[in-house]
């Protein structure tokens, strides 16, 4: 049984930085597929990112291109989602997620996954 936890969440102001990490316990984060997802208030559940086994391919939904960078180390089997230029509407609670999951298309489907954090808020004023 996998366990995650994140953590690194908080208020901060807009066009400011975050790192989030996710500790995994009972199963390594090299084995699996680790997304990041998020949920705001009111919406649902969305795909951010996620990082493949293996090869450490990262992925990305297009509203986090070219903020948000997913990284992992094996060593500390943790992942990280280091979020840059935030703005309002990413706010939400933040959570990572591992999966054995064998297609690329299926990376972006919270389904797909089968060990979920407990997550962590993050909110960015104005």
């Known amino acids: 049984q996998v366990q995650l936890v994140e953590s690194g969440g908080g208020l901060v102001q807009t066009g400011t930085s975050l790192r989030l990490s996710c500790a995994a316990s009972?199963?390594?984060?090299?084995?699996?597929?680790m997304g990041w997802f998020r949920q705001a208030p009111g919406k649902e559940r969305e795909f951010v990112g996620a990082?493949?086994?293996?090869?450490?391919?990262?992925y990305y939904a297009e509203s986090a291109k070219g903020r948000f960078t997913i990284s992992r180390d094996n060593a500390k089997n943790t992942v990280y989602l280091q979020m840059n230029s935030l703005k309002p509407e990413d706010t939400a609670v933040y959570y990572c997620?591992?999966?054995?999951?064998?297609?690329?298309?299926?990376?972006?489907?919270?389904?797909?996954?089968?060990?979920w954090g407990q997550g962590t808020q993050v909110t960015v004023s104005s």
């Open positions: 997620a591992a999966g054995n999951i064998g297609y690329l298309s299926r990376y972006y489907d919270a389904y797909e996954y089968d060990y």
């Open positions: 009972g199963g390594t984060v090299s084995s699996y597929a």
């Open positions: 990082i493949s086994p293996s090869s450490g391919r990262t």
